[in-house]
Nanobody, 122 residues
């Protein structure tokens, strides 16, 4: 059964960058579309970005478009979220999730990781 493991979170100053990774445990990511979601304290979980199974299609939330880039490495069986020009409002726990089609809707996801915390603060 596929399990997802996020890594790469941490503390970063405003304007800085981080790269999050989503790797599998127990199966392969390569047969799934992968989405990134985030949940800030006191807020609902929101979709950030997704990448299709073949890597040719991506989607971004308006709040991160132009700053975040999603990619996948089939050889490493890993999906990345490169986050640049980070803002305080990007502070959240970031989750990766698997689905059949590229989606940033919570209800479309089949499997979830446990999350990694990103804190943007000076």
């Amino acid at each position: 059964q596929l399990q997802l493991v996020e890594s790469g979170g941490g503390l970063v100053q405003p304007g800085g960058s981080l790269r999050l990774s989503c790797a599998p445990s127990g199966y392969t990511l390569n047969y799934y579309a992968i989405g990134w979601f985030r949940q800030a304290p006191g807020k609902e979980r929101e979709g950030v970005s997704c990448i299709s199974r073949n890597g040719r299609s991506t989607k971004y939330a308006d709040s991160v478009a132009g700053r975040f880039t999603i990619s996948r490495d089939y050889a490493r069986d890993t999906v990345y979220l490169q986050m640049n020009s980070l803002k305080a409002e990007d502070t959240a726990v970031y989750y990766c999730a698997a689905s059949w089609d590229c989606s940033i809707r919570y209800s479309d996801m089949d499997r979830w990781g446990k999350g990694t915390l990103v804190t943007v603060s000076s």
